[in-house]
């Protein structure tokens, strides 16, 4: 059983979305009304487009295609072209959840997340090229770097200008690739 | 009063409409049929603009075309403020326009075979846009550390940003996944909360909730 580190909680702010990988997963992480942080698959059960392509207002995300709202737990309480009735029988894609340390953890089973983030000992997935794994960590500036190398796990120094030529040279890395 | 030669589903057309609703001014937008009639080749476009490209504005008999001249000619005369093209920092905003035209000849042209049949070679453009956005993800992800929001260190956005946005937030309508570059997709949802900010076709289909401040 694998806990990940899916996103930043600073990051996934009212209103917003979030769009991060699991795995090979798509997700969509969008915080709702209740405060709560949600991780769905990021494929509306309807027709697979992207839930993160619509719009998360705060008490329901709303699919971009044809308007199904989703609740918080997932269900679709209401559909355009049923009048506006609900199809609760329907649901996304729901993971398992918790935030610690400042990260959103997601599971495929029970969400767990253990220990300190700031040891290279978690699998970090973040939104990634499917062929190029994300799991970076900058630690120290509190953000999720958006610049990785498959089973790379790289932890920047804390001066900004050695900090910076590492993620240039992981950069330039990931051109020649 | 100003004409602007336009389309509605160019994202150079976008920025130029853009900055003129933020500048307040008055214009008139002629419509040309750049796809599937190809006007922008005709003689009557060619006449404004030789290069046969969109867009370009006319005033008082005077033509500047250029997406980002065009920015440039209208922050110049009709922005008091000064913020849209900050006077002290010219050379980081024409760094930005320049990329912003490297960004058409990638981002844009991928979208020009996918959406519009173009024949080009769509897997250098969407490699070429996608080595743009690693390098423009990186400079915003270090700008957001350093608490900035915008291209250029200053509070408000300027016309570098106006240059950069659409084709970026047009990016997978030419194939190209915007997933993997978080800091670009704050920037864009920033972008998108400003104040007057109307979506193309394309780019936001709906308007988006607004923040609690």
Not at chain 1, 72 to 83: D, H, I, N, Y
Not at chain 1, 133 to 155: C, E, F, K, Q
Not at chain 2, 72 to 89: I, Q
């Amino acid at each position: 059983m694998t806990s990940y580190v899916v996103a930043l909680e600073k990051d996934v702010r009212d209103f917003s979305i979030v769009r991060s990988m699991m795995g090979d997963k798509p997700l969509v992480i969008w915080r709702g009304a209740s405060g709560a942080i949600n991780v769905w698959l990021d494929r509306c059960p309807h027709r697979s487009v992207r839930l993160s392509a619509g719009r998360n207002m705060g008490g329901y995300l709303e699919g971009v295609y044809h308007g199904w709202k989703f609740d918080e737990s997932g269900k679709v309480t209401q559909v355009p072209a049923l009048q506006g009735r609900p199809s609760e029988d329907i649901t996304a894609t729901v993971y398992s959840t918790a935030v610690a340390d400042g990260f959103v953890w997601a599971s495929e089973e029970e969400c767990a997340p253990s220990g300190s983030a700031g040891e290279p000992c978690y699998p970090v997935h973040i939104a990634a090229p499917v062929d190029q794994v994300r799991l970076h960590v900058d630690a120290s500036a509190n953000h999720l770097t958006p610049w990785g190398i498959d089973r790379t796990m790289v932890y920047p120094t804390g001066d900004p200008v050695q900090r910076r030529a590492e993620l240039s040279a992981i950069r330039r890395r990931l051109e020649e690739s | 009063m100003i004409q602007l030669h336009d389309y509605p589903l160019s994202g150079n057309c976008f920025k130029v409409r853009f900055l003129l609703e933020q500048l307040d001014l008055e214009y008139q937008s002629i419509l040309v049929d750049f796809y599937p009639g190809y006007e922008h080749k005709s003689p009557r476009f060619l006449d404004i603009n030789p290069l046969g490209q969109l867009p370009a504005i006319v005033e008082g008999g005077e033509a500047v075309r250029d997406a980002q001249a065009i920015l440039v000619y209208l922050a110049t005369a009709y922005d008091k403020s000064g913020k849209w093209f900050p006077r002290d920092r010219q050379g980081e905003v024409y760094q930005w326009l320049a990329f912003a035209d490297q960004l058409t000849g990638s981002i844009s042209a991928a979208r020009l075979h996918d959406a519009m049949f173009y024949r080009l070679d769509v897997g250098k453009a969407r490699s070429d846009g996608i080595r743009l956005l690693r390098i423009i993800d990186e400079h915003l992800w270090f700008a957001e550390k350093d608490g900035h929001e915008w291209l250029l260190p200053l509070p408000h956005p300027t016309i570098g940003d106006v240059a950069c946005f659409p084709y970026i937030a047009l990016a997978e309508e030419g194939g190209i996944d915007l997933a993997p570059f978080s800091s670009v997709s704050r920037w864009m949802e920033r972008f998108m909360r400003l104040k007057g900010f109307k979506p193309m076709p394309g780019m936001m289909p709906l308007p988006m909730p607004k923040e609690t401040p």
